[in-house]
């Protein structure tokens, strides 16, 4: 059974920057995702590493948010920059495989991991 545990959210003022981490408890070989839950809205993916190396973005965050991952500590990374007060909301990181688990904007329905998430509060 993988174990995720992310950290690293936290408040900062718009315009600002963190980044997210997600430990993994054993090396990831499948798709290794972010999600957020902003207020009002469903649970989307932002970013994705697939099982073959390809990386990608959602358009609404392309340009400020990177996705990386370090194999060898078994972290995958969600740099965030130019925070907007609307990406305030919980961050999680999940994996597992199929599109309706890691497609962008997707719910994650399919995922089979999941971490308990990190609260991101942008203030404007």
């Known amino acids: 059974q993988v174990q995720l545990v992310e950290s690293g959210g936290g408040s900062v003022e718009a315009g600002g920057s963190l980044r997210l981490s997600c430990v993994a408890s054993e090396r990831i070989y499948m798709p290794w995702i972010w999600f957020r839950q902003t207020p009002g809205k469903e649970r989307e993916a932002v970013a994705h590493?697939?099982?073959?190396?390809?990386?990608n973005i959602l358009d609404s965050v392309k340009g400020r948010f990177t996705i990386s991952r370090d194999n060898a500590k078994k972290i995958l990374y969600l740099q965030m920059n130019n925070l907007k007060s609307d990406d305030t909301g919980m961050y999680y990181c999940?994996?597992?495989?199929?599109?309706?688990?890691?497609?962008?904007?997707?719910?994650?329905?399919?995922?089979?991991?999941w971490g308990q998430g990190t609260q991101v509060t942008v203030s404007s």
């Open positions: 590493i697939l099982n073959t190396g390809d990386i």
């Open positions: 999940a994996a597992g495989w199929g599109p309706d688990c890691y497609a962008l904007s997707g719910s994650g329905r399919a995922c089979t991991y």
